[in-house]
């Protein structure tokens, strides 16, 4: 038997190829955007940077999303490629779909995260935990499954009542059900050690987290 292949498939077969090895870690992006990349991705953002904000070595840019919510990218002083970016949930309901497959802002518990997971990830030391006039903030980070050097931290948020009440040591307060999404950062790991510092909490059968697929 005779075989051929015509010239369009022969030039398809390696684009096919390349498909089949982004398609993951397309998906491990935050609005659009991949560690890694050059800054002049931030073209793709809608809008226009609303201010440049600096903390000590971590100086980012910030944007304001159409749909309410807030996101910032900051590059590494080294090779000015993109090493951190944050999505932070603005409270509208169209702003609630999170680019984390199956999460959504101001819904998905610590529980759900850590379900997901499997496991309980880790935390910086330096930055365990953000107490602010509206709540408290906790940082939750996984290495990605897959993407050697790629962090995703879950910034979860407690209401200033509950987190008022677990201070004062009150009963009823259930940290894994009341504190809900409010932030995704995704990270270059050792730009964020050199902002967070190297030191970490890890628990018990720690793994990299899944993030294979891309919301619908």
């Known amino acids: ?67 309410g919510n807030k996101f910032s990218l900051a590059t590494h002083p080294g090779n000015g490629r993109i090493a951190y970016a944050e999505e932070t949930w603005g409270g509208r309901p169209d702003g609630r779909p999170a680019d984390f497959p199956g999460f959504k802002y101001g819904e998905t518990t610590l529980a759900d995260i850590r379900k997901h997971a499997e496991n309980n990830g880790f935390a910086f030391i330096e930055r365990l935990l953000d107490e602010r006039p509206d709540g408290l903030r906790l940082f939750n980070s996984y290495e990605v499954e897959g993407r050697p050097g790629l962090v995703v931290t879950f910034v979860i948020k407690m209401s200033k009542v509950d987190s008022q009440r677990l201070k004062n040591k009150q009963e009823g307060v259930d940290i894994n059900r009341s504190a809900r999404l409010d932030s995704i950062i995704l990270g270059d790991a050792g730009y964020l050690e050199s902002i967070w510092g190297q030191a970490k909490l890890k628990g018990k059968k720690y793994k990299p987290i899944k993030w294979a697929s891309v919301r619908p």
């Open 1 to 67: 038997m005779r075989f051929s292949t015509s010239i369009n498939q022969r030039a398809a077969i390696p684009v096919l190829a390349f498909l089949s090895l982004t398609a993951g870690t397309q998906a491990q992006t935050l609005n659009g955007i991949s560690i890694g990349e050059e800054i002049a991705a931030a073209s793709r953002i809608a809008g226009k940077p609303t201010a440049k904000v600096a903390a000590g070595p971590h100086e980012e840019i910030r944007w304001s999303l159409p749909d």
